[in-house]
């Protein structure tokens, strides 16, 4: 017996010492072993990634006394000031904003549009709806605070029904107050396609032709890393996202990032502390060696939530399931959809990623009416950072299409786990067909 099938053979009866039946493990592996390919283009990418953080790093000479933090007000703060300049060589922008006093991707976001927006100013949607949380932050939902309270106005331009920019409309809705877009390059919890940079650079593009004074910003929530360039790479001004997703590596405990230009930048400064304090305050206490770490690992942590999702796409499309994206798409974000059309495979689907997780793997999410939905949502999440959706997590609402929403993953080999537990889940409870594996293969 070789060493490989000795191994093989210990992970079969590891496998189903820990309640993966041998039907199971047998279908997912074969999906598994027809993805090779997919594979080495994941590889190539993290490796690229890897680099490309490496090189940021080596550049601003990263040193052991830039791990430690700051305290009180936070003045000359090496650390905190190297890891900037380190997202800012690392979007190809000016400068960045990377704090844990940015609560969360919302409060990053919600930063990038109030600092750079004034009064009478107008902000543009071209891609339809943005995220939930939003909403409130724009004014859609009436909410204390919002942009609409401090008289800047809000347009929206659908996609168009096959999913491309109405570049039409959204020609005729740049005006003289326009001052900003927002692009969400993620799906999201939505079913239209997550944007690549290639298409981000077309409507980018576009936007600046119709009047190139207008801010571009991305909503990148989900996206970092999942291709070789960034929204920045592409002409935007401004790109946004959570440190407890991608760029955080699973490390950073809490924090959000902004990178864009030096104008941009400066604006959302001197919103987030005061107008003359600007980045020059803002104590980094003892993050910063968890912000450095992670965002360290990032590359290879992406890498390995994308190959989480292609295989569940993989195995779930097989199935007979609705997945977006598909089996064979490529990758612009993290999320994978898959459509159960009832309530008892989105519950089945979580309870299995829950059983996976190596914390809080002895409990069982049921569906609960969280405030701000309009239906019970189930969400299934063994975190070691409280919400951490770079984590393996699912969670999805508990109304028709039935779809639930999984993403993350801190190691592939979690992922995979994961997804064989959500299966066999399902055939337990006999949502799916016991003879699956000789029906679809
Ligand atoms: C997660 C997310 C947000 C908001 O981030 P929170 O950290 O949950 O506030 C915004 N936009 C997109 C696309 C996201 O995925």
Redesign the pocket.
């Given at each position: 017996m070789s060493e490989i099938e000795r191994k093989t053979e210990q992970i079969e009866q590891i496998y189903a010492s820990m309640g993966i039946s041998r039907q199971v493990y047998d279908y997912a592996q074969d999906i598994w072993n027809s993805l090779k390919e997919r594979w080495e283009e994941i590889d190539a990418l993290s490796e690229y990634n890897q680099l490309k953080v490496i090189g940021a790093m080596q550049k601003n000479k990263v040193s052991e006394a830039c791990l430690l933090g700051t305290t009180g007000y936070g003045y000359n703060d090496l650390g905190r000031e190297t890891l900037e300049q380190v997202y800012a060589d690392i979007f190809h922008t000016q400068d960045a904003l990377v704090r844990p006093q940015i609560t969360?991707?919302?409060?990053a976001?919600a930063l990038a549009l109030m600092s750079n927006l004034r009064p009478g100013d107008e902000l543009l949607s071209p891609v339809g709806k943005p995220?939930d949380?939003?909403e409130e932050v724009i004014g859609i939902r009436p909410s204390k605070g919002s942009l609409k309270e401090y008289g800047i106005s809000y347009k929206q331009v659908d996609l168009l029904p096959d999913g491309n920019f109405d570049f039409e409309g959204i020609k005729k809705a740049i005006n003289q107050k326009t001052k900003m877009v927002t692009i969400?390059r993620?799906k999201?919890y939505q079913t239209r396609p997550t944007l690549s940079t290639d298409r981000l650079s077309q409507l980018i593009s576009f936007v600046k032709k119709c009047n190139p004074n207008v801010i571009c910003m991305v909503?990148n929530?989900?996206g970092e890393f999942t291709e070789t360039r960034e929204p920045s790479d592409v002409g935007a001004d401004l790109v946004v996202g959570?440190l407890?997703?991608n760029p955080g590596g699973g490390l950073a405990p809490v924090g959000g990032y902004l990178a864009g230009t030096k104008e941009c930048i400066e604006n959302a400064a001197y919103r987030l502390t005061s107008p003359g304090l600007g980045k020059e305050v803002g104590a980094s206490l003892q993050v910063l060696g968890a912000f450095y770490q992670g965002l360290f690992l990032a590359p290879a942590v992406t890498a390995n939530a994308l190959k989480a999702a292609i295989f569940a796409a993989n195995l779930y499309e097989k199935l007979g399931f609705d997945v977006v994206p598909n089996g064979k798409e490529s990758r612009h974000d993290i999320i994978q959809a898959v459509t159960f059309g009832n309530p008892e495979g989105v519950i089945a689907f979580c309870q299995g990623i829950q059983q996976a997780a190596g914390v809080d793997g002895h409990v069982s999410p049921e569906p609960w009416d969280m405030p701000g939905y309009d239906s019970p949502v189930i969400m299934a999440a063994g975190a070691f950072v409280s919400g951490s959706?770079i984590e393996l997590s699912a969670d999805g609402p508990i109304k028709p299409p039935y779809a639930v929403y999984f993403q993350g993953g801190l190691t592939w080999q979690h992922g995979k786990f994961g997804i064989m537990k959500t299966l066999q889940k399902l055939v337990e409870k006999g949502i799916i067909m016991k003879d699956f594996d000789k029906r679809n293969l």
């Open positions: 969360c991707g919302t409060h976001l995220y949380t939003l969400q993620s999201g909503d929530c989900y959570s407890i997703k959706s």
